[in-house]
Nanobody
Framework: QVQLVESGGGLVQPGGSLRLSCAASGSIFSIYAMGWYRQAAGNQRKLVAT???????DYGDSVKGRFTISRDNAKNTVYLQMHSLKPEDTAVYYC??????????????WGQGTQVTVSS
């Protein structure tokens, strides 16, 4: 069993910054990729950013140049630094991991989500 625990969400004014963290724990052999999706009210879940175990990153078009994803492999933790936040960034942010468990199985795991609200 694997758990992903997110932290760092909250209320911020437009133009402000937030940093999200997500720590994976449990029966983990290795983690291939980690990342973040977000889901605004009434919308589908969309990619925010991903990072592989070797540091290759990918970003959704709407966050390029404003958000930075990073990862601490030793801690099985992924971070999302968000700058120049806009009201349209308001959403529940979900952490995920593509990983191999200790029994050799490959699967995805998701966090419970953390709310980010950008409003004055």
């Amino acid at each position: 069993q694997v758990q992903l625990v997110e932290s760092g969400g909250g209320l911020v004014q437009p133009g402000g910054s937030l940093r999200l963290s997500c720590a994976a724990s449990g029966s983990i052999f290795s983690i291939y990729a980690m990342g973040w999706y977000r889901q605004a009210a009434g919308n589908q879940r969309k990619l925010v950013a991903t990072i592989t175990s070797t540091g290759t990153t990918d970003y959704g078009d709407s966050v390029k140049g404003r958000f930075t994803i990073s990862r601490d492999n030793a801690k099985n933790t992924v971070y999302l630094q968000m700058h120049s936040l806009k009201p349209e960034d308001t959403a529940v942010y979900y952490c995920y991991a593509d990983l191999r468990g200790t029994r050799g199985e490959d699967f995805n795991s998701w966090g419970q989500g953390t709310q980010v609200t950008v409003s004055s």
